[in-house]
C-alpha cells in the first residue's frame, strides 16, 4: 500500500506570493491533518479534515487555509506569504473509525517552504 | 489546555538505556503516543498507550504512563546508533474533531 505523498517536496516563494501544497492520503483514509514544523516551535497544528469537512482548526491566521477532496486527497493554501512562513509542512492521514479516539497518523515527507 | 513539554536533547552511548521523558496537561486524553523522525522524513509512529494502563512493552521499548502526574516515558533498550533521531510525545484530543498536539521533540544523540 502506498504512503502518504506529499508535492512538491521543496518550493522557494519570495513575500507576498501564495503558495498551494498537496497531499495525498493512505489508500482508504479520510482523515487529513496538516502540521507546520519549524525548530523555535515545533510540530503546530493547522486543521484537519475529515469527508471533506474541517473538523477542527489550530492558531493560525486566516491566510492559511486548506480543502479535502471527495478522493480524501487535500491541498492547503497559504497566501501573501510572509518570512516567518518558512517551515517544513507536513501532512498526515489517519483511518478515523467512528467514535474511537486512537488516532494513529501516518506523516508524508513533508514539503519544505523557504519564503524568501 | 493543550500543552505537551518534553526535554530537547539526550545524549546515551551505545548500548545504553535511553529513557525519553513527557508531561501533558489534558487528563481526557484517552491515547498518548510517541513517534520517531529521521532526518529529511516525516513522523512515523513507534507505539501508543491507552489512558487505562500504566506500562507497555514493545521489544526493546517500554512505555511507562503516570496518569496522577501526567507524566509519559519511553524506555529504548540497547540503544543503537540508528536510534538516532527526533522523538516526540503527543496526545489526541476530542474537541469535536480529534486533534493530534505535539511535543517539541527531543533530540536523541547516540555515542559509538
Known amino acids: 500500500k502506498a504512503g502518504v505523498t506529499q508535492t512538491p517536496r521543496y518550493l522557494i516563494k519570495t513575500r507576498g506570493q501564495q503558495v498551494t501544497l498537496s497531499c495525498s492520503p493512505i489508500?482508504?483514509?479520510?482523515?487529513v491533518s496538516w502540521y507546520q514544523q519549524t525548530p523555535g516551535q515545533g510540530l503546530q497544528f493547522l486543521f484537519e479534515?475529515?469527508?471533506?469537512?474541517?473538523?477542527n482548526k489550530g492558531n493560525f491566521p486566516g491566510r492559511f487555509s486548506g480543502r479535502q477532496f471527495s478522493n480524501s486527497r487535500s491541498e492547503m493554501n497559504v497566501s501573501t506569504l510572509e518570512l516567518g512562513d518558512s517551515a517544513l509542512y507536513l501532512c498526515?492521514?489517519?483511518?478515523?473509525?467512528?467514535?474511537?479516539?486512537?488516532?494513529?497518523?501516518?506523516f508524508g515527507s513533508g514539503t519544505q517552504l523557504s519564503v524568501l | 489546555g493543550e500543552d505537551v513539554e518534553q526535554s530537547l536533547f539526550l545524549s546515551v552511548r551505545e548500548g545504553d538505556s535511553s529513557v525519553i521523558n513527557c508531561t501533558y496537561t489534558?487528563?481526557?486524553?484517552?491515547?498518548l503516543y510517541w513517534y520517531k523522525q529521521e532526518p529529511g522524513a516525516g513522523l512515523q509512529l513507534l507505539t501508543y498507550?491507552?489512558?487505562?494502563?500504566d506500562m507497555k512493552q514493545d521489544q526493546r521499548l517500554t512505555v511507562l504512563l503516570n496518569k496522577k502526574d501526567k507524566h509519559l516515558s519511553l524506555r529504548i533498550a540497547d540503544t543503537q546508533t540508528g536510534d538516532s533521531a527526533i522523538y516526540f510525545c503527543?496526545?489526541?484530543?476530542?474537541?469535536?474533531?480529534?486533534?493530534?498536539?505535539f511535543g517539541a521533540g527531543t533530540r536523541l544523540f547516540v555515542k559509538a
Open positions: 498507550i491507552f489512558s487505562n494502563m
Open positions: 498526515a492521514s489517519s483511518f478515523r473509525d467512528r467514535g474511537r479516539s486512537n488516532e494513529k497518523l501516518f
Open positions: 489508500s482508504g483514509h479520510r482523515s
Open positions: 479534515y475529515f469527508s471533506e469537512t474541517q473538523r
Open positions: 503527543a496526545e489526541t484530543l476530542n474537541t469535536g474533531g480529534f486533534k493530534t498536539i
Open positions: 489534558d487528563s481526557s486524553s484517552t491515547y
